[in-house]
């Protein structure tokens, strides 16, 4: 009996990941999964450890962008920003170090050991406009547009350098990830209209 019940929620378990790309205690608790069976699979074999708390299937491709799919299983309310949306867009030479996210002005600041993160508040419509979900190691991930993106570059210039900006707005503008309506709606949401006028006109 008790071999019959820790077969069934092992296939429980095994669907879970295989659905959901990356698993959690909280994702068992959920499904009414002890997470004890969560720590058997793994001693076991059945389930790859990624870091603490995150589990996923042994085999698993690990794609560039995997640890975006860390980070949103961790950080569930965080947006990927800045250089690593630029990286993800293909829109920078930039090779950032670290995750760059955007939170709601007022969360809880994340305390994870790994990965390193740079994180910025955002608040009101500027955090929520332009978001983009993405299907990353079957993890649902969370990225600025390539539009919203250039307009965060110039917004947080002294962090990321006017130099970045302007590259990532002519190679966006370049590969046509993002009209020109695009950009100025973006450019308008981050009150960033009348730094970025003079580039988007130059480009016209």
């Known amino acids: 009996m008790q071999k019959e019940i820790l077969m069934n929620q092992t296939e429980k378990i095994l669907e879970i990941a295989r659905n959901s790309g990356i698993i ?6 959920k499904a ?10 793994h001693e076991s074999g059945l389930l790859f450890k990624i870091s603490r708390g995150l ?7 690990v794609t560039e962008h995997s640890i975006f799919s860390e980070i949103a299983k961790r950080i569930p309310k965080a947006v990927i920003c800045l250089l690593s949306a630029l990286t993800f867009h293909g829109a920078t030479t930039q ?16 305390h994870l050991d790994y990965p390193s993160r740079n994180v910025t508040y955002v608040s009101g419509e500027a955090y929520f406009f332009g978001v983009k979900e993405h299907k990353i190691d079957g993890v ?9 993106t250039v307009a965060d570059c110039f917004k947080f210039r002294n962090k990321v350098g006017l130099d970045v900006a302007i590259e990532a707005l002519r ?22 209209l009348r730094i970025m006028r003079p580039y988007l006109e130059a480009m016209a």
């Open 140 to 148: 649902i991930v969370k990225i600025y547009s390539p539009a919203k």
């Open 55 to 61: 589990y996923k299937l042994p085999k698993t491709p």
């Open 95 to 110: 090779l950032p170090h670290e995750i760059w996210i955007a939170l709601p002005k007022g969360a809880w600041r994340p």
């Open 32 to 41: 009414g999964v002890s997470r004890n069976y969560l720590y058997k699979l």
């Open 171 to 192: 190679e966006v503008w370049r590969s046509r990830k993002a009209t020109m309506d695009e950009l100025f709606e973006a450019a308008k949401t981050n009150r960033m």
């Open 24 to 29: 959690r205690a909280i994702d068992l608790k």
